[in-house]
């Protein structure tokens, strides 16, 4: 994303992307809303659907003001990466996050299209290391994001990685409403990241039970394991229990694979799927107050960030 596309945002948000939860519908409205559209390749049941998807939010956009950019989002460690990042490049799009996993394999040929590469790190480490790959700009996904998450505090984190890295960083984690946004600006990242709060709105497609879990529950409704993927996720309680299964004696212990067997794919119906029956949400599930349409949700952050704006200039 170049410095000109970050302007034309009518707000520096962006809609996260996330599994079973973004796609057409939710990117294009975002967009249309002047933020960033993000949603994985892999919400796309194959490399045809993926690359339909884009010739009609590129259509649909057309006569929109100013939309924000369509970003998808390449998971590193999945099967159809190379069809997907074929796809991406031949629609050559503008802006890529990458996630679990290096972006190594994927930021020549997105460069080669003029394409700006965002990579997900959870550690100062990840965070050299994506950028020694070549990743153009940073999601620094700190304690309590929602999905695949970080276990960093945001503030230590953010400011850690200010100190080798000044081109564009995006805060991920616990941004529950506009004054957590403008909280990001003021701590040096350019942009931030709401996943959460975008699963509970009309355009999202994530099961209707789990926009009202998202609803209905809190901040503390939410815990860390590594029990369902391998890698630390935030997981929604009442999901778990819904699923008989106890949150205090879930196995820690897992690798990513055995977690793929256990709870992944297979077509096995008769045990509990994550992200189809466990379901994850961030610590910012606190901000969650109904279901909305994204223009909505996006002129209420817009709101916030402003009152909060003008809160900070009187703060001595
Ligand atoms: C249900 C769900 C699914 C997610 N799926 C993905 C995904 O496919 N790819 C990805 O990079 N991040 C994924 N994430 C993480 C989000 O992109 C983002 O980092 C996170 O939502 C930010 O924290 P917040 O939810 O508190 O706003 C997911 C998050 C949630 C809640």
Same mark, same amino acid.
């Given at each position: 994303?170049?410095?000109?596309?970050?302007?034309?945002?009518?707000?520096?948000?962006?809609?996260?992307?996330?599994?079973?939860?973004?796609?057409?519908?939710?990117?294009?409205?975002a967009?249309r809303?002047?933020v960033?559209?993000?949603?994985?390749?892999?919400?796309?049941?194959?490399?045809?659907?993926?690359?339909?998807w884009?010739?009609?939010?590129?259509?649909?956009?057309?006569?929109?003001?100013?939309?924000?950019?369509?970003?998808?989002?390449?998971?590193?460690?999945?099967?159809?990466?190379?069809?997907?990042?074929?796809?991406?490049?031949?629609?050559?799009?503008?802006?890529?996050?990458?996630?679990?996993?290096?972006?190594?394999?994927?930021?020549?040929?997105?460069?080669?299209? @003029?394409?700006? #590469?965002f *990579?997900?790190?959870? $550690?100062? /480490? +990840? !965070?050299?290391? =994506?950028? &020694? %790959?070549?990743?153009?700009?940073?999601?620094?996904?700190?304690?309590?994001?929602?999905?695949?998450?970080?276990?960093?505090?945001?503030?230590?984190?953010?400011?850690?990685?200010?100190?080798?890295?000044? @081109?564009?960083? #995006?805060? *991920?984690?616990?941004? $529950?409403? /506009? +004054? !957590?946004?403008? =909280?990001? &600006? %003021?701590?040096?990242?350019d942009?931030?990241?709401?996943?959460?709060?975008?699963?509970?709105?009309?355009?999202?497609?994530?099961?209707?039970?789990?926009?009202?879990?998202?609803?209905?529950?809190?901040?503390?409704?939410?815990?860390?394991?590594?029990?369902?993927?391998?890698?630390? !996720?935030?997981?929604?309680?009442?999901?778990i229990?819904?699923?008989?299964?106890?949150?205090?004696?879930?196995?820690?212990?897992?690798?990513?694979?055995?977690?793929?067997?256990?709870?992944?794919?297979?077509?096995?119906?008769?045990?509990p799927?994550?992200?189809?029956?466990?379901?994850?949400?961030?610590?910012?599930?606190?901000?969650?107050?109904?279901?909305?349409?994204?223009a909505?949700?996006?002129?209420a952050?817009?709101?916030?960030?402003?009152?909060?704006?003008?809160?900070?200039?009187?703060?001595?």
């Amino acid at each position: 994303m170049s410095a000109a596309a970050l302007q034309r945002l009518r707000l520096p948000l962006i809609a996260a992307p996330m599994l079973r939860v973004s796609g057409p519908a939710l990117v294009t409205a975002a967009c249309r809303a002047g933020v960033v559209g993000a949603f994985p390749t892999a919400n796309a049941r194959t490399v045809d659907e993926l690359d339909q998807w884009l010739t009609q939010m590129r259509e649909s956009l057309q006569d929109a003001e100013q939309p924000g950019p369509v970003c998808p989002n390449l998971i590193i460690r999945q099967p159809r990466l190379q069809d997907d990042l074929a796809c991406l490049v031949r629609h050559r799009v503008e802006m890529v996050i990458t996630s679990v996993g290096s972006p190594a394999a994927v930021v020549g040929p997105l460069h080669d299209v @003029g394409c700006t #590469v965002f *990579a997900d790190v959870a $550690s100062v /480490g +990840h !965070a050299e290391k =994506a950028l &020694r %790959a070549g990743a153009d700009g940073l999601v620094l996904l700190s304690a309590g994001a929602g999905g695949q998450t970080g276990w960093a505090n945001g503030m230590a984190f953010a400011r850690a990685v200010r100190q080798f890295f000044d @081109g564009p960083l #995006v805060m *991920a984690g616990g941004i $529950s409403d /506009g +004054h !957590a946004l403008w =909280a990001a &600006r %003021a701590l040096g990242c350019d942009l931030g990241y709401m996943g959460t709060k975008f699963i509970a709105t009309e355009e999202s497609m994530a099961d209707a039970r789990h926009k009202a879990m998202v609803v209905s529950s809190r901040l503390d409704d939410v815990m860390r394991t590594r029990a369902f993927t391998g890698l630390d !996720a935030s997981m929604l309680r009442p999901s778990i229990e819904a699923a008989g299964l106890d949150p205090d004696q879930l196995d820690e212990t897992v690798t990513f694979d055995e977690a793929r067997t256990r709870f992944g794919g297979g077509t096995s119906d008769d045990k509990p799927k994550r992200w189809r029956d466990i379901w994850s949400a961030g610590h910012s599930v606190s901000g969650v107050t109904g279901i909305h349409d994204v223009a909505g949700l996006v002129a209420a952050t817009q709101a916030e960030y402003e009152a909060a704006r003008r809160r900070t200039a009187d703060l001595q």
